[in-house]
């Protein structure tokens, strides 16, 4: 990920120790933060966020979108009802115009916190070509800092309007967390995140793929200052969904 023109600095966590103050005071009198400045910052941010720290942001980059947090949500779901009724549009769009007009820079007015499962192909599901969607894709579509520092620089780098956590049914992640069995390598990390779903939602497996993607949105929301900032002033919204493997539909929850 390259930043835009309009990236505007925001200061991350402030831990007192010489080398992040060193760098904090470096990326104010260059008056941008590099790229890997800011990622670390945003990943730090979101720790510290979670460990009780506190945190303070600085006015977020200027949006590129000129979408509303409402219209950017109805692009969306005008999109996914052309995929059911298979009218796809962003098909037809020129192959070569569409990477000449994309090289240099990306403009995407929604993000995506997606399943990595290979049956929701989230571009397709919304009718959406290149550069439009800023796509995070993770088993269980579960939040974690490097997740959330994702979907942090969409926000305040690329100006997405809306940032939309999809479940999807009969999803192995969450079903996997139900059955609680073991399982090999690092795969069982995944439990824990979903588990207050299970917790909440018990052995029903539709349920708890609508409860995890409800929690996951509301992680968003209030454990990262720069994503909270942009919705209390309007500019975001985050909103929670479920995809039908079947029928191709996305519900809103």
Request: hydrophobic share 45%; proline share 4%.
């Amino acid at each position: 990920m390259q930043p835009e023109n309009g990236f505007v600095r925001h200061v991350g966590v402030a831990c007192g120790c010489d080398s992040c103050s060193t760098a904090q005071g470096g990326a104010e009198k260059d008056g941008a933060l590099s790229r890997r400045g800011f990622l670390a910052s945003a990943i730090g941010g979101t720790a510290a966020v979670l460990a009780g720290a506190t945190v303070s942001t600085t006015r977020p980059a200027l949006a590129q979108s000129t979408l509303t947090p409402d219209a950017a949500l109805k692009e969306l779901m005008d999109g996914n009802q052309r995929y059911v009724g298979g009218q796809l549009q962003s098909l037809n769009e020129d192959l070569s115009i569409l990477k000449a007009k994309t090289a240099e820079k990306q403009e995407p007015f929604a993000a995506l916190l997606s399943c990595a499962d290979s049956r929701v192909p989230v571009e397709f599901v919304f009718d959406q070509s290149i550069g439009r969607l800023f796509v995070v894709r993770v088993a269980g579509n579960i939040t974690t800092p490097e997740i959330t520092a994702s979907l942090e620089y969409g926000v305040a780098v690329l100006g997405t309007k809306v940032i939309m956590v999809m479940g999807h049914s009969n999803c192995g992640a969450v079903k996997a967390t139900i059955e609680g069995k073991a399982v090999p390598g690092q795969i069982g990390a995944l439990y824990a995140p979903i588990w207050p779903a299970v917790n909440a939602a018990g052995p029903d497996l539709d349920a708890a793929i609508d409860a995890n993607a409800r929690i996951q949105a509301t992680l968003l929301s209030e454990a990262s200052p720069i994503l909270a900032a942009a919705i209390k002033e309007g500019k975001l919204k985050v909103v929670a969904a479920r995809y039908d493997i079947a029928t191709g539909k996305v519900t809103l929850l």
